[in-house]
């Protein structure tokens, strides 16, 4: 991909048009990111609430807030807008909330990571977007660090930039690593909360047991990806990560989850400070956004009231293969 993002203003797009169109950079690909017809599934889940599957096109889905109507074959779809208030480990208070603070829900690719490989691109098409006034996205860090927000943006940094501003030291080492995810990881991970940017789960020892895991998922996981993947048309190495587990530098184990978080976490935290290239989508109706969702993490931000009704469609597709690693010319050049 040359660019990460292009944005449609004014588009009319039906959900067949928007798989057809999504699928043209994967001819290939088949079926959603997660599985076709498989969000509803797995409950446990910290995506289930967030997704409806369009009945008759189940490569698209339905997100967004509230209650939706008689919406492509929905007779009733309740939406829910992720909120940091159930997944964070710290909440702003209410009022904190009503004063229109906010936070970064969960930086992320659209990815599986276990049967499927992580798609190639996002496509998301804004129907309905609700009114209001601008928030303030609030790091609670202790760096003071605090971004402006359009209402229920969608937060867009590049994974490029996240490698190229890395100290040479850690560039040599995220050329060199493999990770391993646990199997399925958003249910492994669903009962653990966030860190207060988004950026990582709290190391609390609250992520189910694989013995608790249902018998048919102890096994399924993608194994040793790298850490940074290659972009196809222009060379580019983008730092590409989303969950923790076993990380394998040059055969050496790194097994203990804290010392894995804290690494991560100061690998990839300087990419979402205000130093740094945060793109807050303001969205407007009929805009339809197209990512490369291999090339850059996005976050989920804002706060909705239950009668704030938003609708998206959003459609990715696991793709035909996995992304491509460093070269050993790349490593040669970084260690």
Request: hydrophobic share 35%.
């Amino acid at each position: 991909m040359q660019y990460d993002a292009l944005l449609f203003r004014n588009t009319n797009i039906s959900p067949e048009q928007q798989y057809a169109l999504t699928k043209a950079f994967d001819p290939l690909a088949e079926s959603y990111g997660h599985g076709n017809n498989k969000t509803q599934c797995t409950r446990k889940s910290i995506l289930h609430p967030d997704l409806k599957t369009i009945p008759r096109v189940p490569q698209v889905q339905l997100i967004g807030n509230g209650t939706v109507y008689n919406h492509e074959g929905l007779d009733v779809a309740s939406l829910k807008h992720p909120s940091h208030a159930t997944f964070h480990k710290t909440v702003l208070s209410p009022e904190d909330q009503r004063a229109g603070l906010t936070r970064f829900y969960r930086w992320h690719i659209d990815a599986a990571l276990y049967d499927f490989s992580p798609p190639k691109v996002t496509t998301l098409y804004a129907i309905h977007v609700p009114e209001g006034p601008p928030q303030i996205c609030r790091y609670d860090d202790g760096t003071g660090d605090e971004l402006p927000v359009p209402l229920g943006t969608t937060a867009f940094v590049s994974g490029k930039n996240m490698f190229d501003n890395l100290p040479r030291r850690l560039q040599s080492l995220a050329v060199r690593t493999r990770v391993r995810y646990a199997p399925h990881p958003y249910e492994w991970m669903s009962p653990a909360s966030a860190h207060s940017t988004g950026l990582a789960i709290e190391n609390e020892g609250k992520e189910l047991a694989l013995d608790d895991l249902p018998p048919g998922l102890r096994t399924r996981s993608k194994f040793y990806l790298w850490y940074t993947w290659k972009n196809p048309v222009t060379g580019a190495l983008h730092f590409q990560r989303i969950a923790d587990d076993v990380l394998y530098p040059d055969g050496a184990h790194l097994t203990d989850l804290k010392q894995v978080r804290d690494l991560l976490y100061q690998m990839q935290r300087p990419a979402i400070s205000r130093a740094y290239w945060v793109y807050p989508h303001d969205w407007k109706e009929k805009d339809l956004v197209l990512f490369h969702n291999r090339g850059l993490f996005h976050s989920v931000v804002g706060t909705f009231q239950p009668d704030q009704v938003r609708a998206f469609h959003q459609c990715n597709l696991a793709a035909s293969e996995d992304p491509v690693g460093p070269t050993p010319e790349d490593v040669k050049r970084y260690a």
